[in-house]
């Protein structure tokens, strides 16, 4: 009879078992997760600086395709400031929207005005949004309206 009671385990060596388990799946769960949540965290960030970068390259090809090779009087290229701080609220520029001096695309032809600002976002307090947009410029000799 007290061959067969040793064949086993006790039920105190079974819970020592799995609150070791219990201690050593917590451990590797924990470093698991602060590894995954890093990682999501630098996947954010360089999605941030891709988007970031792309939005300066932008405004730099806009910016460059505004300033003419020939000097012209009627050139654009404003920082606008409502007069509340030392900081600009707008940068305003005009471009051609035809090549080889603006963007190709969805315009048929002319100057725009680009103007380029922050926008504080709805429900989230010191977060802003760079908001891009485009204006068409009036033709020489045409009759300019009041804005």
Do not use: C, N
């Amino acid at each position: 009879m007290s061959e067969s009671r040793r064949q086993g385990f006790t039920l105190l060596e079974v819970l020592v078992a799995i609150t070791i388990l219990g201690i050593l799946l917590t451990t590797v769960y924990g470093a698991v997760s602060r590894t995954i949540r890093t990682k999501e965290h630098a996947e954010s960030v360089a999605r941030m600086a891709s988007t970031g970068r792309e939005a300066v390259l932008r405004i730099a090809d806009e910016m460059e395709a505004s300033l003419s090779p020939v000097r012209v009087a009627t050139a654009v290229f404003q920082g606008v400031s409502s007069g509340s701080g030392q900081f600009l609220d707008q940068a305003r520029f005009a471009i051609s929207s035809r090549p080889p001096f603006g963007p190709i695309g969805g315009s048929t032809g002319g100057r725009v005005l680009i103007t380029y600002y922050l926008a504080e976002q709805e429900g989230m307090p010191q977060t802003y949004l760079l908001v891009r947009s485009e204006r068409p410029l009036p033709k020489p000799g045409a009759a300019t309206g009041q804005e």
